[in-house]
């Protein structure tokens, strides 16, 4: 009786692997080797030409003692699998020809380690729920996976993964690999963070962004900073490349023991501002990415710190940056953020505040005055409200964004001039921290060529109205045109 081979599909590789292209007959050259995010001791990867109930491809664990990059084709020897609760969850495999895995027929048959680190990556429900199927009934599933795939393409239907950072089944957490092909490369990565990154992560990307390259940071000493008395203390964090920007998101506070969750650091740039990426290694110890985003009248410089072996990842970032670059397509033509039209503004509301008369007052003051401030066909996208007893200021301000500048505006029945007026157009590299400790809205003002930080904090409480000023923000730098492109 023969075993049952099938031929995989790798789409997550454990262990480090070699990327090689060729570059004469019969000659590869090594490209880069690459580093998972979280290594495993076996690969994981998909049975093509198969098509479950939910959509996808059976996927497949591989074990082994090398790795495979991805989309590589591997003939392996079918073991068995894992089923919970009657549904298929994935096929376990090794290499065929092998003499290493001659003796290996079943689940059973695997050291206990190796037991013990599938049963953590595929999270079953509980571990009753979970059934071990031998080698005749895993090919059961493999037949009638076959089969959906035929009949799916019959009618003119192919199976594609959804491009997004949240889950397809939004009923069901994603849980180690056993979900793997719902996301894409990128989107798995996020997967793979620490559960309070990913809640940073999942709280503050748009729902219309779609994530094309994730690397991760974890805790690290600076080594820009030679001195060791000197060395800043980077937290852990994760550079982030979507359909619409750069985003450095970086834990303000490490998680401690309480498991608070104290809040984050988002620094960014609009793609349609990217003019220069640039990587610097620092060493032998970590590896600087610099990117520089542009405003009307000078630019300003996004570094990025860290750890060597992140070098690869980092580098791979760097090709899907240099996309985005005046030089290979036109920043006018460049629309990657979605401004939706102008909208009631919402009331202005102070969460520390017991008397609604008091600021429904406030509310109808500053609405009465907007219009005063505003040039003809600017539109206020969103505002947010200092009450008085925010840093002892004494009378209440308001934070304006419209699709042309950010304002400030003190209490109109002061009669006081703006406290703050700047064109979109100066500004380079906008900040958001939403934090228990502290928080804060920042970007880079660009003025004759020099840049300089200014920072807004604003009450922890009112963080919903002040992150809708920080999104408007960020949406209308994207989509307004620089003078010099204007007739581009």
């Known amino acids: 009786m023969s075993e049952p081979a099938i031929d995989i599909e790798i789409t997550q590789p454990g262990r480090a692997t070699g990327l090689y292209i060729p570059i004469e007959y019969d000659v590869l050259r090594l490209e880069k080797v690459l580093y998972p995010d979280a290594p495993r001791p076996f690969d994981v990867g998909i049975l093509p030409k198969t098509l479950t109930e939910q959509g996808s491809p059976l996927r497949v664990i591989l074990l082994g003692d090398i790795s495979h990059p991805p989309k590589t084709q591997v003939p392996a020897r079918l073991l068995g699998g894992f089923s919970a609760n009657g549904a298929a969850v994935?096929?376990?495999?090794?290499?065929?020809?092998v003499d290493q895995f001659a003796g290996l027929n079943s689940f059973a048959d695997l050291p206990d380690f190796l037991r013990a680190e599938l049963l953590r990556c595929l999270e079953p429900p509980a571990a009753s729920e979970l059934q071990w199927l031998d080698?005749?009934?895993?090919?059961?599933?493999?037949?009638?996976?076959?089969?959906?795939?035929?009949?799916?393409k019959a009618k003119g239907y192919q199976p594609v993964g959804q491009p997004a950072w949240r889950s397809v089944d939004t009923a069901a957490r994603p849980s180690g690999y056993t979900?793997?092909?719902?996301?894409?490369?990128?989107?798995?990565?996020?997967?793979?963070?620490?559960?309070?990154?990913?809640?940073?992560?999942?709280e503050y990307l748009a729902d219309d962004e779609r994530i094309l390259y994730a690397v991760r940071r974890q805790a690290m000493h600076s080594q820009r900073r030679r001195s060791w008395l000197d060395r800043e203390?980077?937290?852990?964090?994760?550079?982030?490349?979507?359909?619409?920007?750069?985003?450095?998101?970086?834990?303000l506070v490490p998680l401690g023991d309480s498991g608070v969750r104290y809040g984050f650091l988002a620094r960014l740039g609009a793609l349609e501002r990217l003019v220069d990426v640039q990587v610097e290694t620092l060493g032998d110890a970590a590896i600087l990415l610099k990117t520089a985003w542009e405003a009307e009248d000078g630019l300003a410089w996004l570094t990025w710190e860290s750890q060597f072996y992140t070098r690869s990842a980092v580098l791979e970032l760097v090709s899907f940056l240099e996309r985005f670059l005046p030089k290979n397509i036109p920043p006018a033509a460049l629309r990657r953020?979605?401004?939706?039209?102008?909208?009631?503004?919402?009331?202005l509301s102070d969460p520390a505040s017991n008397d609604p008369a008091l600021v429904w007052a406030v509310h109808q003051r500053f609405t009465q005055a907007l219009p005063g401030h505003l040039a003809p066909n600017e539109a206020v996208h969103a505002w947010a409200l200092w009450p008085a007893w925010y840093e002892n200021k004494g009378y209440p301000?308001?934070?304006?964004?419209?699709?042309?500048?950010?304002?400030?505006?003190?209490?109109?029945?002061?009669?006081?001039?703006?406290?703050?007026?700047?064109?979109?157009?100066?500004?380079?590299?906008?900040?958001y921290a939403g934090s228990i400790l502290r928080s804060h809205i920042g970007f880079d003002l660009v003025e004759s060529g020099k840049a300089r930080r200014v920072q807004l904090s604003f009450p922890y409480p009112a963080v919903g109205a002040f992150r809708r000023c920080f999104e408007a923000l960020r949406r209308c730098m994207a989509v307004l045109p620089l003078s010099r492109y204007a007739k581009v």
Not at 337 to 347: T, V
């Open 90 to 97: 994935c096929l376990l495999a090794v290499p065929a020809g």
């Open 135 to 152: 080698a005749a009934e895993a090919q059961t599933w493999i037949k009638q996976a076959a089969q959906k795939y035929r009949l799916a």
């Open 179 to 202: 979900e793997v092909e719902h996301y894409t490369a990128a989107e798995y990565t996020f997967h793979q963070l620490p559960g309070h990154v990913q809640r940073y992560v999942g």
């Open 233 to 251: 203390k980077l937290n852990e964090g994760v550079l982030i490349l979507t359909t619409q920007r750069l985003i450095q998101l970086v834990e």
């Open 337 to 347: 953020s979605f401004l939706p039209a102008p909208s009631d503004l919402p009331p």
């Open 397 to 431: 301000q308001v934070l304006v964004v419209t699709d042309r500048r950010v304002l400030i505006l003190p209490d109109p029945a002061l009669r006081l001039p703006c406290s703050l007026d700047i064109r979109l157009a100066q500004l380079a590299i906008p900040e």
